[in-house]
């Protein structure tokens, strides 16, 4: 049966390249902009790139928070990329402290301040995986995949690393609770090793 995705779209970042690459792989993928859009599909995907507040605003502001709690209670595969990733998180300390959506418990701290550490971390770096995972399979480990982002997250619970990366130390670039995924770089831009994972994901029952 063929998957049916839903694209969260709540005005933050520019959201077409993730769907071109689903439209790629001619994996079916729509666009949804309120809580009643996202019955009858198979699997949703949480995106975003800006600041951690912005995107809760805007959540919260459609009333998306609400809805992606209520998708994951049911057990449907989410997948958050980028700060789409970072909301998932309890918090973050960017510009403050802000509330995420408390899915998987930990918080977005920024990459240090020092000489020789360029923040943001952006470009092409490798992931570790810790463990098999669908959203993994037939991916090499150590696969580069492009990142662009200033915070980075600190899992309460070390099981939830999926992936680890290098950047002044490790740190989780993929996540996974249940039935909820989160990647921190952005697959869309990850050529082959990103558009597995995107095909893996839309697999995933």
Request: net charge negative; proline share 7%.
């Amino acid at each position: 049966m063929k998957p049916r995705i839903a694209i969260i779209h709540y005005n933050v970042g520019n959201l077409q390249n993730l769907k071109n690459a689903l439209d790629y792989q001619n994996l079916p993928a729509e666009f949804v902009t309120r809580p009643e859009e996202l019955s009858g599909f198979s699997h949703v995907i949480l995106p975003g790139v800006g600041a951690f507040q912005t995107a809760m605003d805007h959540l919260r502001g459609q009333e998306m928070d609400q809805a992606v709690q209520e998708i994951v209670a049911l057990g449907t595969p989410l997948l958050g990329v980028c700060v789409g990733m970072q909301v998932l998180f309890s918090a973050s300390q960017e510009n403050g402290r802000h509330q995420g959506l408390g899915i998987v418990p930990g918080q977005m701290v920024r990459f240090p301040d020092k000489p020789g550490l360029k923040v943001p971390h952006m470009g092409w770096n490798t992931v570790a995986f810790t463990r098999q995972d669908p959203l993994l399979e037939g991916i090499p480990d150590h696969s580069h995949f492009y990142f662009v982002h200033s915070y980075r997250g600190v899992l309460e619970t070390p099981d939830d690393g999926l992936g680890l990366t290098d950047y002044d130390g490790l740190f989780p670039s993929i996540v996974r609770r249940g039935n909820v995924w989160g990647v921190q770089f952005h697959p869309e831009k990850s050529q082959n090793p990103g558009l597995a994972l995107l095909a893996n994901f839309s697999r995933i029952a």
